[in-house]
């Protein structure tokens, strides 16, 4: 994909989450990996409903901002993703309300954030690691990630967000909306003894799918 609808796509994808609630005013952050090996950033302050495809942050293969606006803070973590799962192509970092609620909860599980509901989030996500809490920009979120050696296709930082890195830009929104969609079930059934998934068929829908789970 060459770079003029890269940066199209970051800021129709940015718009949709931002339109749809996942996240509000000037937060969440999105990035996508170009075929020379840079990045195309949102900007730091910038709301994802009004981006200009022309001041997103480029940086070049060598992690140099060599065009736009400055980064979004949290560009570290994004370049964590990009270092260690070789397969992504895009990392999307958004602020929903469901997800974050999730993970103020005690009895939420740390290796394993979402409870296997539905197949989808396994599909989609695989196991999403639930990080503790960092102050927002602070370098040691992204060696948290790195920490897990690309293991993990998405993380949930605690008092925060979610972060999600897919192939692409599209897989990315899909998996993070996913990610909320099923923390917003866990809090509906919260205290009603609802039935997940068994390890069986957790199994097979690891199996069909091919999902990394026991990582």
Avoid at 12 to 41: C, H, Q, Y
Avoid at 161 to 179: C, F, R, S, T
Wanted: with cysteine; hydrophobic share 40%; net charge negative.
């Amino acid at each position: 994909m060459n770079e003029n609808k890269l940066r199209e796509d970051v800021c129709i994808w940015a718009k949709s989450v931002f339109e749809r609630g996942l996240t509000g005013g000037a937060t969440g952050n999105i990035s996508a990996r170009l075929e020379d090996g840079g990045l195309l950033v949102t900007p730091t302050g910038s709301s994802l409903g009004q981006l200009d495809p022309a001041r997103l942050s480029r940086f070049d293969a060598k992690g140099v901002l060599i065009d736009g606006d400055p980064p979004t803070k949290e560009v570290d973590l994004h370049a964590a993703f990009y270092e260690t799962r070789s397969t992504a192509g895009a990392v999307v970092h958004l602020h929903p309300t469901h997800s974050v609620a999730l993970s103020t909860l005690p009895e939420t599980d740390a290796d394993c954030f979402l409870p296997p509901i539905t197949p989808y989030s396994i599909m989609r996500l695989g196991k999403v690691k639930l990080l503790p809490f960092f102050v927002p920009g602070d370098p040691a979120m992204g060696d948290a990630v790195r920490g897990l050696a690309g293991k993990r296709s998405a993380v949930m930082l605690a008092h925060h967000g979610p972060v999600v890195a897919a192939k692409d830009l599209e897989a990315a929104v899909y998996a993070i909306e996913e990610l909320e969609e099923t923390a917003k079930l866990a809090l509906l059934l919260r205290g009603m003894g609802a039935k997940m998934l068994s390890p069986e068929d957790i199994q097979k829908v690891v199996t069909r799918f091919d999902v990394d789970w026991d990582v």
